[in-house]
T-cell receptor, first 116, second 112 residues
Framework: NAGVTQTPKFQVLKTGQSMTLQCAQD?????MYWYRQDPGMGLRLIYY???????DKGEVPNGYNVSRLNKREFSLRLESAAPSQTSVYFC???????????????FGEGSRLTVL | GNSVTQMEGPVTLSEEAFLTINCTYT??????LFWYVQYPGEGLQLLLK?????DKGSNKGFEATYRKETTSFHLEKGSVQVSDSAVYFC???????????FGKGTRLSVIA
């Protein structure tokens, strides 16, 4: 039972480099999310996709782009990495839909990114 | 807008001590409330939840009661273990299509 799978788990970048974090879920969930976790800041939402074909900005979207490739996959791209983007990134998914109350989020194991 | 405030840590307790982590919320409507736990090196996982006022969520010896009158959802455990050392997040959600709102997390360390 894979759940939510993120790759890579670790990455070191130089300022200005680009990279894409990949996320896939096998639970047939409609909604997917990207969060970043920083010390003392808790979890902050970067982008989310309520359903296939839609994406919306979260609390801290600047410097990031996302693609909901299909129902299973939701990628996060850093076009020009900056040291302020050093963080641990988490992908999550949940079942959702009209009439569904806020439900359980399933998280990946995280991707630790360092930007030098 | 919706928000969650939880007590700042870190919290350090001896094994078998009583644990309370406070969480209060601000929300419109009738939100669902959650506690998530993050063990070292892992992603978050749901610990317990409550979907309406006066509901009590419980799991692994942890409990939290949805108190609408005090807008609170405090996490409690009667006797903590070293294996409970983790970061605990309180969260709130209104509907299936809107993202959960998380508190900043409380780090718990339990020493033998």
């Amino acid at each position: 039972n894979a759940g939510v799978t993120q790759t890579p788990k670790f990455q070191v970048l130089k300022t200005g480099q680009s990279m894409t974090l990949q996320c896939a879920q096998d639970m047939n969930h409609n909604s997917m999310y990207w969060y970043r976790q920083d010390p003392g800041m808790g979890l902050r939402l970067i982008y989310y996709s309520a359903s296939e074909g839609t994406t919306d900005k979260g609390e801290v979207p600047n410097g990031y782009n996302v693609s909901r490739l299909n129902k299973r996959e939701f990628s996060l791209r850093l076009e020009s990495a900056a040291p302020s983007q050093t963080s641990v990134y988490f992908c999550a998914s949940t079942a959702s839909g009209k009439g569904v109350r806020a439900g359980e989020l399933f998280f990946g194991e995280g991707s630790r990114l360092t930007v030098l | 807008g919706n928000s969650v405030t939880q007590m700042e840590g870190p919290v350090t307790l001896s094994e078998e001590a009583f644990l309370t982590i406070n969480c209060t919320y601000t929300a419109t409507g009738y939100p669902s409330l959650f506690w998530y736990v993050q063990y070292p090196g892992e992603g978050l996982q749901l610990l317990l939840k409550a979907t309406k006022a006066d509901d009590k969520g419980s799991n692994k010896g942890f409990e939290a009661t949805y108190r609408k009158e005090t807008t609170s959802f405090h996490l409690e455990k009667g006797s903590v273990q070293v294996s409970d050392s983790a970061v605990y997040f309180c969260a709130l959600g209104n509907s299936g299509n809107t993202p959960l709102v998380f508190g900043k997390g409380t780090r718990l360390s339990v020493i033998a």
